[in-house]
């Protein structure tokens, strides 16, 4: 599995390692992984649904701060790093890269950001900087490689915007559902319907999309209507990719039929699709597009063939980032372009 699940601030010998109850994923003390900072535990008026969300690692002292992480040089990994507490503000990097200022003022329960990005040596610094008054502190580290033929740009990393399912249900999904552990966010608008089997679609394309996603779906109220999702960019010129999942969760009869276009803040996206029964289909970006003001407007329009309305499953969304400084490769001791890596700072909101 390569699943590297580490609880920041739990002493060596405070059980390490422990199975997390609610994941069954192993999770060890941080201590072999950074030398610095002190341990301590999370305010107790914020909710702690996870055991690794108990204990903490604060700095204090200095300005940075770098957990040292060993990686397969090459690898696409997703990386999940999670801070609760009250009032911090700091920045975070991905070794001499700036990556996020973490503001948890703002984000009362926590903040997540997400980042992939392929290293190009064995060893990786993740570092926390202080930039104010406040002291930086961390709760959890988690590190899942990723197949290295998905989440392709064309330059620069993607940093995580929004991943959700469409679904009536309030019920946020990682592992074991995915196997990659990624986090599904529901979503549901009172203009859709909710339509979903019990049988399980064939996700063999790569994303390995979890079953419980393709089993629900979402499609227009009015039959004749339009599907529309509008979200509004952190940053209103960021450059964006998107993957949508769809997989059709009813058997039609041989007179039905579900054709649509996609369409993405005014332009056609993509050809036209027929999502097929019970199969998934990953409509993706190969070059990033932009949303006007920071407004992105998805659009899934049904064609004149078509007998039923349009449907989606799940959205991805992602930033474009570019680091600008260069990292070391271990082989030959030179510095070299930046590639990709998979960084997810996990938020409650």
């Not at 609610?22 to 030398?35: A, E, K, N, R, V």
């Not at 503000?89 to 329960?109: A, M």
């Not at 552990?181 to 994303?207: C, Q, V, Y």
Request: with cysteine; proline share 6%.
């Amino acid at each position: 599995m390569g699943f590297i699940s580490l609880d920041c601030g739990l002493h060596p010998s405070e059980a390490s390692p422990y199975i997390e109850p609610d994941t069954g994923l192993w999770f060890s003390s941080d201590s072999d992984f950074i030398q610095s900072g002190k341990i301590g535990r999370i305010d107790a008026s914020l909710p702690k649904t996870l055991k690794s969300y108990v204990t903490l690692r604060y700095f204090p002292e200095g300005i940075r701060n770098c957990y040292n992480l060993s990686v397969k040089q090459g690898t696409n990994y997703l990386m999940r790093v999670t801070a609760l507490n009250i009032t911090p503000k700091f920045d975070l990097y991905v070794g001499p890269n700036f990556w996020v200022t973490i503001e948890l003022e703002k984000r009362i329960s926590g903040q997540s950001e997400e980042i992939i990005y392929i290293p190009r040596s064995n060893s990786l610094d993740l570092c926390l900087v202080k930039t104010g008054t406040t002291t930086p502190m961390i709760t959890s580290v988690e590190l899942r490689p990723l197949a290295n033929n998905l989440y392709i740009t064309e330059s620069g990393s993607l940093k995580g915007f929004k991943r959700y399912y469409l679904t009536s249900s309030d019920t946020i999904l990682s592992y074991p559902n995915d196997v990659n552990d990624r986090i599904w966010e529901p979503k549901f608008d009172p203009e859709w319907k909710h339509i979903f089997t019990t049988l399980e679609a064939n996700n063999s394309n790569g994303f390995l999309v979890p079953q419980n996603v393709l089993k629900t779906a979402a499609i227009p109220t009015n039959a004749t209507a339009r599907f529309n999702i509008t979200e509004e960019l952190d940053f209103p010129d960021d450059e964006i990719y998107l993957y949508l999942h769809f997989s059709e969760v009813q058997s039609l009869q041989i007179n039905e039929s579900g054709e649509f276009d996609i369409f993405w803040n005014g332009q056609q996206f993509d050809k036209t699709i027929s999502p097929i029964y019970l199969r998934t289909t990953t409509i993706k970006s190969t070059t990033p597009v932009t949303c006007k003001g920071g407004v992105c407007n998805l659009e899934l329009i049904r064609t004149k063939n078509s007998t039923l309305p349009p449907l989606l499953n799940a959205i991805e969304l992602y930033a474009v980032v570019k680091f600008h400084q260069l990292e070391t490769n271990e082989n030959d001791g030179k510095l070299t372009t930046p590639e990709r890596f998979h960084i997810c700072i996990h938020t409650f909101i």
